[in-house]
């Protein structure tokens, strides 16, 4: 398995653009989270999906973002509009179920700069 | 949640065995004791858990203190592939907490040749 996908890898875009996020989990995981990390704030996680469906989004900051998982192998993360403050790298993670003995398998991160 | 306390860094030479502590003195019983470390420029990666008992895996091993408000990740021996931020997390069995990571600070660990 290729593991957690994430694409792009870098992103530049200028404040007031969408920017959107995509996420491809590993197959047969039924858990989904995307957190992001800054130096001031560490790791966070924003929101999490079991089956899709979205559980947990109680750490998503403001209406500007919002994630979809449409199906079980893709997820994206938007941003619309941006802010230099939510540059960023951004990380999406799978894990096959939401036990407490599973582990989470991360992807290599979108690293975001908005200008 | 219940929160840990780790050092905020730490240094080792390769080869010698290297004790990364974690205190978790609001542990509840049913929080399990789970460690990440993040390599430079990558997502975090899983090293191991444990809930009472220690723990050994190709990875590292986990000693839980006897009253759980404690617990010591250890690397036999360090390379210096070893370097890493590594993360001590507990992690609930149940309720709110359900399946979530919540990630601290970190102790950022250098390894020397």
């Known amino acids: 398995d290729a593991g957690v996908i994430q694409s792009p890898r870098h992103e530049v875009t200028e404040m007031g653009q969408e920017v959107t996020l995509r996420c491809k989990p590993i197959?047969?995981?039924?858990?989904l989270f995307w957190y992001r990390q800054t130096m001031m704030r560490g790791l966070e996680l924003l929101i999490y999906?079991?089956?899709?469906?979205?559980?947990?989004d109680s750490g998503m900051p403001e209406d500007r973002f919002s994630a979809k998982m449409p199906n079980a192998s893709f997820s994206t993360l938007k941003i619309q509009p941006s802010e230099p403050r939510d540059s960023a790298v951004y990380f999406c993670?799978?894990?096959?179920?939401?036990?407490?003995?599973?582990?989470?398998?991360f992807g290599p991160g979108t690293r975001l700069t908005v200008l | 949640d219940a929160k840990t306390t780790q050092p905020n860094s730490m240094e080792s030479n390769e080869e010698e065995p290297v004790h990364l502590p974690c205190n978790h003195s609001?542990?509840?019983?049913?929080?399990?004791i789970h460690w990440y470390r993040q390599l430079p420029s990558q997502g975090p990666e899983y090293v191991i858990h444990?809930?009472?008992s220690n723990v050994n895996n190709r990875m590292a091993s986990l000693a839980i203190a006897e009253d759980r408000k404690s617990s010591t990740l250890i690397l036999h021996r360090a390379t210096l592939r070893d370097a890493a931020v590594y993360y001590c997390?507990?992690?609930?069995?149940?309720?709110?907490?359900?399946?979530?990571?919540?990630f601290g600070q970190g102790t950022i660990l250098t390894v020397h040749p």
């Open positions: 993670a799978s894990s096959p179920s939401g036990r407490v003995g599973d582990e989470q398998f």
């Open positions: 197959s047969g995981h039924d858990y």
């Open positions: 999906f079991n089956n899709n469906v979205p559980i947990d």
């Open positions: 609001t542990i509840s019983g049913t929080d399990y």
């Open positions: 444990g809930l009472t």
């Open positions: 997390i507990l992690r609930g069995a149940g309720g709110t907490s359900y399946g979530k990571l919540t």
